[in-house]
């Protein structure tokens, strides 16, 4: 925390460039979080701009008490759930569903951690020990964001064996990540 | 957790449930702890995996500090005095009299409107279109006949050009967030029309994801030999002068092809390719079975263990591609390839003949490197290997029965050991044609 706080003494004395400092070490922690909450991807990359503009502008009301992702994590729920209730601004029964799904959710999230980039590469060592199947399906998913009903019909096979499938993957790639239990 | 649970969390995590689904979701997250969590997870695994693809905090980093910049917090007086010292370097009003500061506060306003026109004169085609980011280089901006390296201070206008050199790359954001990605010797120009973005397209590499464009006002690319039409959506399009190959992951986009004015419309996980000689028609991308991360003088021993599963195709496909430095030094081997059955049992690759091979540079076969001399890896001679260069293709046909392919795949000797040598390869094997994949790589390497 104390580097972090004197990288901050640094951008608020007028180096801005040290700011990147800041980008990168909570940006892993903020896709994280909003990756995991919203499924346009274009959506999360305009987000964490703001976000980051966000906190940049008011990096002065940053006391250096508290550490500095929480205070970013903060930022990042409300502005989230700003988004969120702007996105779905109409007032039909589904968008408030939504925002009050998020709003339960956001209660179990971890706060930002700036050694994320531990876990993502903990997590790449771990994608690649998948055997095939597993990484056609964390590709066709999560990397060129088919949906399930997309890879089912394109498999030949159910959106529940899919889902299934991708829950197991999801277990063994946690499980790899905390423990280096291999796949 | 049952099937259902998971299915609907699939679902809720790509944003595609029902109303009656959704009231579902709340009921569980809000009574049931154990949902709750594990939606929670799910959705961080899902943003772990995301961050995974995206880890490049570069752009990020200059985009959040242009836009900083561009939200300047400086009052509309203290723009106004600003700009008032442009032209007459008189002192700052002070707080003398109301009366006073605010006659001067309107009689600036009204000076202000007058001294931006005069200053800044909207011309239209120098207004700003996109942001350009350069992470590795050796990406030019051609404007008014000068051309200039790309940094984060320049700004795409209507008109500009882009030169891009074999390692170099640029990322365009557009003002609508479209964002544009060109590698691998690319040139291309940019305009917009009655709002329209128009991009013609010479040569290279393109990625894009497109934001939606407003209607009857799509994006079009202009190729040698197409028209790529586009509303939004995400794809890649390599083009030279013989042909164009378009590639979509999402939504999907409408290409043309100039010789005969014949259309095809290209969705997620298709492509389609436009020359003169070739009709065009849409395909089904095939997925490699196996693909290997890449293998370059820094991996352990220059090797990559090979486990595909086959299932019982007739058909195998080899491929060797180059990593990210070109094709230069790519000399590779597949050492002990063979098939394995369910019970264990191995069949050696090389008691059968292939029935077709390609490779880029130098000659292919079996105990022998691209240089034509005998395989060699860590100064080990292989006699039981298949020796080739990037790009590659061998293309077997294979008895039924079996489950594994396996081999190790290699960077021979031929290719470490020449001065200042770069190798660096990938690994694929398929089980049907990569016609799609092949020819992306053939027109990557014909760029280099």
């Given at each position: 925390m104390q580097d972090m706080n004197k990288l901050v003494k640094k951008i608020l004395d007028?180096?801005?460039?040290?700011f990147k400092e800041v980008v990168k070490a909570y940006g892993p922690s903020m896709r994280v979080y909003l990756t995991g909450r919203l499924s346009d991807r274009l959506a999360v990359d305009d987000l964490m701009q703001e976000i980051f503009v966000a906190v940049f502008w008011n990096l002065k009301t940053y006391d250096g008490k508290s550490d500095l992702g929480v205070w970013i994590r903060a930022v990042t729920r409300n502005k989230l759930m700003s988004y969120l209730r702007s996105h779905y601004s109409q007032k039909n029964s589904v968008n408030t569903m939504k925002v009050k799904i998020e709003e339960a959710l956001t209660a179990e999230l971890e706060n930002f951690n700036p050694n994320e980039n531990v876990v993502i590469e903990r997590l790449k060592e771990c994608i690649s020990k998948q055997r095939d199947l597993a990484s056609e399906l964390i590709n066709a998913r999560?990397?060129?964001?088919?949906s399930v009903t997309g890879m089912a019909e394109r498999m030949d096979t159910t959106v529940s064996a899919i889902s299934s499938e991708l829950y197991r993957i999801r277990k063994q790639l946690k499980m790899c990540i905390e423990k280096g239990t291999d796949l | 957790m049952k099937p259902e649970y998971r299915e609907l969390i699939e679902l809720y995590l790509q944003d595609s449930c029902s109303e009656k689904q959704l009231e579902e979701i709340l009921e569980l997250v809000t009574n049931d702890e154990k949902f709750r969590l594990e939606l929670a997870e799910a959705g961080r695994i899902q943003g772990l995996l995301s961050a995974v693809h995206d880890s490049s905090y570069d752009n990020l980093s200059q985009r959040v500090l242009r836009s900083a910049g561009d939200l300047d917090e400086s009052s509309l007086e203290d723009k106004i005095f600003e700009k008032l010292s442009l032209v007459e370097p008189a002192e700052k009003p002070k707080n003398k009299k109301f009366n006073f500061v605010l006659w001067t506060a309107v009689a600036a306003q009204i000076a202000i409107i007058f001294i931006l026109f005069g200053?800044?004169?909207?011309v239209k085609n120098e207004q700003s279109l996109a942001s350009l980011y350069s992470e590795g280089g050796q990406a030019y901006l051609i404007r008014d006949g000068k051309e200039m390296p790309i940094d984060a201070s320049l700004r795409l206008r209507n008109g500009d050009s882009i030169r891009v050199e074999e390692k170099g790359d640029v990322s365009i954001t557009w003002n609508d967030s479209t964002v544009m990605q060109f590698k691998e010797m690319s040139q291309v120009s940019f305009s917009v029309v009655d709002g329209a973005k128009k991009i013609e397209f010479e040569k290279g590499t393109m990625q894009a994801k497109v934001t939606p464009q407003s209607q009857g006002k799509p994006l079009v690319i202009e190729t040698p030999n197409s028209f790529a039409t586009v509303l939004g959506t995400k794809f890649q399009l390599k083009v030279n002068q013989l042909e164009s190959m378009l590639e979509v992951s999402r939504g999907a986009v409408e290409l043309m092809r100039k010789a005969n004015k014949k259309k095809v419309v290209v969705r997620a996980h298709e492509y389609a390719i436009s020359s003169p000689t070739q009709e065009m028609a849409v395909n089904k991308m095939n997925k490699a079975t196996y693909k290997s991360h890449e293998i370059n003088l820094d991996t352990p021993d220059r090797k990559v263990d090979i486990v595909a599963e086959i299932n019982g195709s007739r058909k195998l496909y080899l491929v060797v591609h180059s990593g990210r430095n070109g094709i230069a030094f790519d000399h590779a081997g597949w050492l002990q390839p063979r098939l394995e059955d369910a019970l264990g049992r191995e069949f050696s690759l090389l008691n059968l003949k292939w029935k077709f091979a390609d490779s880029e540079w130098g000659t292919m076969g079996v105990g022998i490197d691209a240089n034509g001399d005998i395989l060699m890896h860590k100064r080990m001679e292989h006699i039981d290997g298949i020796g080739t260069h990037a790009l590659s293709i061998i293309e077997y046909d294979i008895p039924e029965g079996y489950r594994l392919f396996k081999a190790t795949g290699v960077i021979t000797d031929s290719g470490a050991n020449q001065t200042s040598s770069l190798s660096s390869v990938v690994f694929e094997v398929y089980t049907e044609f990569p016609e799609q994949r092949y020819r992306r790589l053939k027109l990557s390497s014909e760029g280099k």
């Open positions: 007028g180096d801005k460039e040290a999560y990397f060129e964001n088919e | 200053i800044k004169e909207p």
